[in-house]
């Protein structure tokens, strides 16, 4: 069970804005893909939280972009859980490109776990939650980089 989850992006043309380089919604939407397939591969697929009458949705995006990427480039996202409390979770995110290993993006996803049927929050599962180790040194991450 990876505490820190990677996943490699090839930057596309559908990534590309009119400035020529990735447009910012697509780090949203790389944000919230990689955090799918960490969840996944931690046993919480989106078919389990949908069994489970329980699933969890954005309440903030903080992202500071750091260098532009462009068409072509090898990024690598990276993501972990960053805590828990009792109905939310802030996810954290870093982006880089694989080439030079420049930091490209940093940024947070508050989210709220919430009951499926009624949309209103509720407690995160003791299973859910021990899916995950938390990662609190954001430089143990920085430090995959130099690794």
Same mark, same amino acid.
């Given at each position: 069970m990876p505490r820190i989850f990677t996943r490699d992006i090839v930057v596309a043309t559908a990534d590309i804005d009119v400035q020529g380089h990735v447009n910012n919604l697509r780090y949203v939407q790389w944000m919230q893909d990689v955090a799918v397939a960490h969840s996944s591969a931690q046993g919480w697929s989106m078919q389990r939280y949908a069994d489970e009458g329980m699933g969890w949705v954005v309440r903030s995006h903080t992202i500071t972009y750091k260098r532009p990427?462009? +068409? %072509?480039?090898?990024? /690598?996202?990276? /993501?972990?859980?960053? %805590?828990?409390? $009792? &109905?939310?979770? $802030? &996810?954290?995110? +870093?982006?880089? &490109?694989?080439?030079?290993? /420049?930091? +490209?993006?940093?940024?947070e996803t508050m989210w709220v776990f919430i009951d499926l049927k009624t949309g209103r929050p509720t407690k995160v599962p003791d299973a859910l939650r021990a899916a995950f180790e938390i990662v609190e040194d954001e430089g143990e991450v920085k430090r995959m980089l130099e690794g």
């Amino acid at each position: 069970m990876p505490r820190i989850f990677t996943r490699d992006i090839v930057v596309a043309t559908a990534d590309i804005d009119v400035q020529g380089h990735v447009n910012n919604l697509r780090y949203v939407q790389w944000m919230q893909d990689v955090a799918v397939a960490h969840s996944s591969a931690q046993g919480w697929s989106m078919q389990r939280y949908a069994d489970e009458g329980m699933g969890w949705v954005v309440r903030s995006h903080t992202i500071t972009y750091k260098r532009p990427a462009f +068409l %072509g480039e090898a990024i /690598t996202a990276c /993501t972990w859980i960053a %805590g828990f409390s $009792p &109905r939310m979770s $802030p &996810r954290k995110y +870093l982006f880089w &490109r694989a080439a030079d290993k /420049t930091i +490209l993006a940093e940024a947070e996803t508050m989210w709220v776990f919430i009951d499926l049927k009624t949309g209103r929050p509720t407690k995160v599962p003791d299973a859910l939650r021990a899916a995950f180790e938390i990662v609190e040194d954001e430089g143990e991450v920085k430090r995959m980089l130099e690794g």
